[in-house]
């Protein structure tokens, strides 16, 4: 098992280079979002009802409650921690910490744009307003360079070539191992507070 975690802010890209790391399957989060033109339920993410998102938190089943613009966010992490294969995980940064505290080995990537403008138009692209844009800004969790434990900044200039480079360093990467299973995850989850009532920090 390899797991990769890929993380930055708004608008970087995260999910088309994900798209091109073949060797890698995806494991998709919850969210309370609407769904986007050309995403797919149970692939993109799990795209659930607030009340659907809270049932998962309340029994301990989501590593982590990230809300962003109004929406909620979760990974789901004992279903992941019974899987097999190389995966590679679109999270932010806080929870890639959470990763690498249970899977060992777990290789950490943050990418960055080449300046704020490109942030900015990469997100009108997306069919964004300036308003929603200035949201999405405002709340997003990702900061403009990697935190320090992170393995890799990576400044993404092309979505297939920043791929290339994150499945040559995972190629010949040591494999990833969790240091948990599911039996004994309960009590070690690390949700984050984003501003939401419903979401909140006690690592």
Not at 130 to 137: K, W
Request: contains cysteine; aromatic residues 14%; positive net charge.
């Amino acid at each position: 098992m390899r797991v990769c975690v890929i993380s930055g802010q708004s608008g970087i890209g995260k999910d088309t280079v994900i798209s091109y790391l073949s060797e890698f399957k995806r494991f998709p989060s919850f969210t309370t979002r609407p769904i986007r033109e050309g995403e797919i339920d149970g692939v993109n993410y799990h795209f659930v009802s607030r009340q659907e998102f809270l049932n998962e938190k309340k029994h301990g089943r989501l590593l982590d409650c990230i809300s962003i613009s109004g929406y909620l966010y979760g990974f789901p992490i004992e279903d992941f921690l019974e899987q097999e294969g190389n995966y590679a995980l679109n999270l932010v940064v806080y929870s890639g910490l959470a990763v690498r505290r249970l899977i060992y080995q777990a290789k950490l990537f943050y990418l960055t744009f080449p300046d704020k403008n490109t942030q900015i138009e990469r997100l009108k692209k997306r069919g964004m307003s300036d308003y929603e844009i200035g949201v999405r800004l405002r709340d997003d969790p990702n900061e403009d360079k990697a935190p320090s434990f992170y393995d890799r900044e990576i400044v993404n200039h092309n979505s297939f070539q920043t791929a290339m480079q994150i499945a040559k360093e995972m190629r010949y990467d040591t494999p990833s191992y969790p240091r948990v299973g599911k039996k004994r995850f309960d009590g070690r989850r690390l949700p984050i507070f984003r501003g939401n009532q419903d979401c909140y920090w006690d690592g």
